[in-house]
């Protein structure tokens, strides 16, 4: 078996304009929102990354560019069933993730489990969710944004 590992990162300031905070698929009331060409998910964006870098498919970037008005303002989960299809397209079938969040708000534990389920059933395999802070250092610290890295496991399609 062929096992190969994804990384990927993202990051985005809060925005005053931006609409309510989504985050991990979810909607976070009472939040600031994200900036950003689609709806600014950087738990979503980060596993995509993840899942285009196991598969040797580029990143965001490659896959959704932001030159295309369909991805204005969409909703992240299009952007992760995407790499998966592209993913499996490329013969590789996702195992599971882990998404670190990064940042002071909001608390991720009291809808972790939400979270996680909603990461899941996106992209057909456990996803593993948790949060940090940076005890006040940085643009995460200062509570001006949010960033998050992901890890992905694939294994080739025959092995399933």
């Known amino acids: 078996m062929t096992l190969r590992t994804g ?3 993202d990051a985005h300031r809060f925005g005053s304009s931006a609409g309510p905070l989504k985050l991990a698929l979810l909607t976070w009331p009472g939040e ?8 600014g998910d950087v738990v979503a964006h980060a596993l995509v ?11 965001i970037g490659e896959l959704f560019g932001g030159a295309d008005p369909r991805h ?14 592209a993913l499996t397209e490329a013969g590789f079938a996702l195992v599971n993730a882990a998404v670190q969040v990064i940042g002071n708000r909001p608390l991720i534990a009291g809808r972790r489990l939400e979270a996680q ?16 802070t940076t005890d006040t250092m940085g643009f995460t610290g200062r ?14 399609l025959a092995d399933k």
Not at 72 to 85: I, M, Y
Not at 121 to 132: E, N, Q
Not at 143 to 156: D, R, S, Y
């Open 7 to 9: 990384i990927g990162f």
């Open 32 to 39: 600031p929102g994200l900036e950003g060409h689609s709806d």
């Open 49 to 59: 990354d993840a899942v285009a870098s196991a598969g040797l498919l580029g990143d």
């Open 72 to 85: 204005r303002d969409a909703a992240s989960v299009l952007f992760l069933e995407g790499a998966v299809l």
């Open 117 to 132: 389920a909603a990461l899941s059933k996106a992209v057909g395999a456990p996803v593993s969710l948790a949060a940090t």
């Open 143 to 156: 509570g001006e944004g949010l960033a998050a890295i992901a890890t992905c496991l694939v294994k080739p």
